[in-house]
């Protein structure tokens, strides 16, 4: 019970340091910078180029002891007429149970595929793999061996660990808009899907992430 109590209170402590992180939305562009310049190793430019929205999640942490949590903060864009948006906030939370020791930090990638997927991204919160369908995105050239999987899935999911970027499974993991962060980036608690509507100006803090994803 004292490593359970520890470890809960290591990730309400963790998860106040990312809401007071300053850097979070420079460290979301370097995402998109280097995923840019892994040539064939990286995310395939195909698949970015058909998808409707994209996710940067820098630094996911997962800690487990016995029981395991990932928490972590992030940014969205969909396509507009005129293309990319200003980014909404986002949060994704999940647990796991088995026999886990460690704790690791990794970025997160999600590409939404279609429709459907973007609405779901833009409700209030989901589960990923039971109101969205979601599956390890392919890298490099593998992209054209899957496409199958990259027909099917509402989204892909890609993780980016020490530059090398990997297809990864995040069934269970819960996004939910985070409206506190929106009221900080434009001053007032607007909804991820007012933002996405493309009538919402890009906050300066914003515009090196949006420019890095208009550049790639």
């Known amino acids: 019970m004292k490593t359970i109590a520890a470890l809960l209170t290591a990730l309400v402590l963790s998860g106040a340091a990312i809401s007071a992180d300053p850097e979070r939305l420079k460290d979301a562009a370097d995402v998109i910078k280097e995923m840019a310049t892994t040539d064939d190793k990286g995310i395939p430019t195909n698949l970015l180029s058909k998808a409707r929205c994209v996710v940067v999640i820098p630094s996911l942490t997962k800690v ?31 647990g796991s149970f088995g026999f886990q020791i460690g704790g ?18 833009l409700s209030n919160e989901f589960k990923v793999g039971a109101d969205a369908s979601v599956a390890a995105g392919p890298v490099g050239r593998q992209a054209s061996a899957e496409t199958d999987i990259t027909m099917r899935a509402e989204m892909l999911a890609y993780s980016r660990s020490r530059g090398v970027f990997a297809g990864i499974a995040i069934q269970g993991s819960t996004l939910r808009q985070d409206s506190d962060e929106n009221e900080e980036l434009y001053g ?18 914003a515009k090196p992430f949006i420019d890095a994803l208009s550049k790639y």
Request: hydrophobic share 35%; charged share 20%.
């Open 188 to 205: 007032r608690k607007i909804p991820n899907r007012e933002i996405v509507g493309g009538k919402v100006t890009i906050p300066d803090a």
């Open 104 to 121: 690791s930090a990794t970025d997160v990638i999600l590409l939404i595929m279609n429709d459907r997927g973007m609405d779901k991204l």
């Open 64 to 94: 487990a002891f016995g029981v395991g949590g990932q928490f972590g903060k992030g940014y969205l864009s969909c396509r507009t007429g005129s293309g990319w948006s200003a980014p909404g906030s986002i949060r994704v939370e999940g």
